[in-house]
């Protein structure tokens, strides 16, 4: 087994987060225009955005559990983009597609939403934009009741032609847009402040009910933020995985840990893991899952897990 314990200066290095970029995808052939007000920068508030923006080309793609794992390369910063079954892929057209090795996409994840700080940086998107040569642009924010976005850069004109949809499956008409988290498709804009277009396509994420005036991306849950420290100053390489303690972790975040003398079980309300060192199955309630490398006791009396299973510990 190859193993090497990195020193915490070297994570620290790696702790690294997203850029947050402007809100909107345009495609590469396409011909519209968002005007974004840049002289009038000094006279506009400061306004946390509602949604992380991160983008790239597919590098790689590895399917794991019930998940798939996108390694998403722009220049030098590497990511990677965790998509389940109830991440929204769509092309910049509006189309529903699936991605692929070499596309370039944006993807969208909540601002407020639980990220562990590893290398590279995991996103659970909400939402991914492919881009294609087709005439198009995408984007995912919040707008107010005049259908003005949270950065004041894009209004809504909805008509007749608009295709609109919610992803709770019900029917919506144009008052249902106002004060909602949307996804919007569009072709061309004005060179207004703020620049407004008639969308071709409006969906209502409506499984997001946290209101914009309770978002507070600057704050931090405090489990969140020990957990991080955890990892930043206790952690292993092994076989190219990062191995972290896995009592210390699920203590902190409220899960009891008994140990079984081969491993632990990991229990908190109705959930359950069984840990066993050596194996790379796990025990997940009454299912079994899968480790890439298997848990080891790497310290005396401690065993240490894949860093990937504390996000599974986070859901």
Do not use: C, W
């Not at 259908?147 to 992803?167: A, I, R």
């Not at 229990?267 to 080891?296: C, D, M, W």
Request: net charge negative; proline share 6%; glycine share 6%.
């Amino acid at each position: 087994m190859k193993m090497t314990k990195v020193v915490p200066f070297a994570m620290s290095a790696l702790l690294i987060g997203g850029a947050v970029v402007a809100p909107t995808v345009s495609a590469n052939g396409g011909e519209a225009v968002v005007t974004n007000a840049q002289n009038d920068e000094a006279q506009k508030p400061q306004v946390q955005p509602i949604f992380m923006q991160v983008a790239g080309t597919v590098d790689n793609v590895e399917v794991r559990d019930n998940a798939t794992y996108y390694t998403v390369k722009e220049g030098e910063n590497i990511n990677v983009f965790v998509v389940n079954e109830d991440t929204l892929v769509f092309d910049n057209t509006g189309k529903e597609v699936k991605l692929q090795k070499g596309d370039k996409v944006t993807a969208y994840t909540y601002a407020n939403k639980p990220m562990i700080m590893i290398y590279p940086p995991q996103y659970n998107p909400e939402v991914l934009i492919v881009e294609t040569e087709e005439m198009g642009s995408a984007t995912v924010d919040f707008f107010n009741k005049d259908l003005v976005n949270v950065d004041n850069t894009l209004k809504l004109n909805v008509g007749k032609e608009t295709e609109l949809q919610s992803l709770s499956g019900k029917d919506v008409t144009v008052e249902d847009l106002a004060e909602q988290h949307l996804l919007v498709f569009y072709a061309i804009t004005t060179m207004s402040i703020p620049a407004q277009t008639p969308p071709s396509k409006v969906v209502v994420l409506d499984t997001i009910v946290e209101e914009p005036g309770e978002v507070d991306p600057g704050e931090v849950d405090p489990s969140q933020t020990a957990v991080e420290e955890i990892i930043k100053n206790d952690f292993y390489e092994v076989e190219g995985a990062t191995m972290v303690p896995l009592r210390l972790i699920a203590e902190e975040l409220g899960y009891k840990v008994e140990s079984t003398g081969k491993g632990a079980i990991v229990s908190k309300g109705a959930l359950s893991y069984t840990i066993t060192r050596g194996q790379k199955e796990y025990g997940y309630n009454k299912a079994l899952r899968h480790f890439e490398v298997a848990p080891a006791l790497l310290e005396p009396t401690k065993t240490y897990v894949p860093v990937e299973f504390v996000e599974e510990l986070m859901k």
